[in-house]
């Protein structure tokens, strides 16, 4: 909803606004939605009346009973230790409308990185260059580009001006990471943006304005993911393009598991660059990570 941080600055972002309000409201009235509705408004009440302090949702050692309906309660400041702290309880933040909430889920969707799936032409256009693939260099466009209405979805988007200034934010701290395509002109066409949480890796977001800049990226991503000792990727809920590019469902217990299980960090927080000896076109084999017993 409307922020004094971020207040409209034109006709326009006032009527995106609304729109995006209107979305908003129906999309928590689905049916997957509305069972976790009252705790969403209990919870955004305690807040407004100042029973509860912001970031308690973390507090808890265990999830809240709501979170059996994916719901576990409202995000605070999303300042960089509170977004990692939620990261490393397996939470996620998400909201079109009011405050972000931390929501969890009973499966994700994993990855092994040298498993992604790689038909010939992806291969052959990464031998050949099609596109130039780079790391965490245009972050911010990359995320703003995540947020544009898609042909043929529905106009809403979770990546509002809090959670752009929040994770360019996490960007500089050095967990959050971008992954661009560009094309022979040099226009941004493809790529995502994801939070490295320990041995995972979790993709929050992807576009494509040319077909396959963004699956080109992504497996340019999971060669040096699997160079770099990370466990999994993880890209969160289900959708048809993961599973296509082979990712499964893996229940929170054993997601947990992995998430804790490994180093507490497989690669130092900091700035990401491609590294050109690792080749993604052809197969490959991740180096052993031994998880915690």
């Known amino acids: 909803m409307f922020s004094f941080r971020h207040p409209p600055r034109s006709w326009a972002e006032l009527g995106n606004d609304l729109q995006r309000v209107a979305l ?23 807040a407004a009346l100042r029973l509860d302090p912001p970031g308690v949702a973390l507090e808890a050692e265990s999830p809240p009973a709501a979170s059996r309906l994916g719901f576990v309660g409202l995000c605070g400041y999303l300042t960089p230790d509170e977004l990692m702290h939620g990261f490393h309880k397996g939470y996620f933040p998400f909201s079109h409308i009011g405050r972000k909430k931390w929501w969890m889920l009973d499966e994700r969707m994993t990855l092994e990185p040298h498993l992604i799936r790689r038909d010939k032409d992806v291969r052959r256009m990464i031998r050949t260059g099609r596109f130039r693939v780079t790391f965490d260099q245009s972050f911010e466009a990359v995320m703003r580009a995540c947020a544009e209405a898609r042909k043929g979805h529905v106009p809403l988007t979770w990546i509002t001006e809090d959670i752009v200034e929040a994770y360019v934010a996490l960007h500089q701290a050095g967990y959050a990471h971008s992954f661009e ?60 393009y993961l599973e296509s590019m082979g990712f499964q469902p893996t229940p929170h217990a054993e997601y947990m598991a992995i998430l804790h299980g490994g180093p507490e960090n497989v690669r130092p927080p900091g700035r990401w660059t491609v590294d050109p000896a690792l080749d993604a076109s052809g197969d490959w084999q991740p180096e052993p990570v031994a998880l915690a017993s």
């Open 24 to 46: 908003g409201v129906v999309y928590s009235l689905r049916p997957r939605r509305i069972s976790a509705l009252p705790y969403v408004v209990t919870a955004s009440l305690r």
């Open 181 to 240: 395509a560009w094309d022979a002109e040099g226009n941004l066409v493809g790529g995502g943006l994801g939070i490295a949480v320990g041995p995972a890796f979790v993709i929050e977001s992807q576009f494509s304005r040319q077909r396959n800049g963004s699956k080109i990226a992504m497996v340019i991503l999971m060669r040096h993911l699997s160079a770099w000792g990370f466990a999994r990727a993880d890209g969160k809920a289900h959708t048809d």
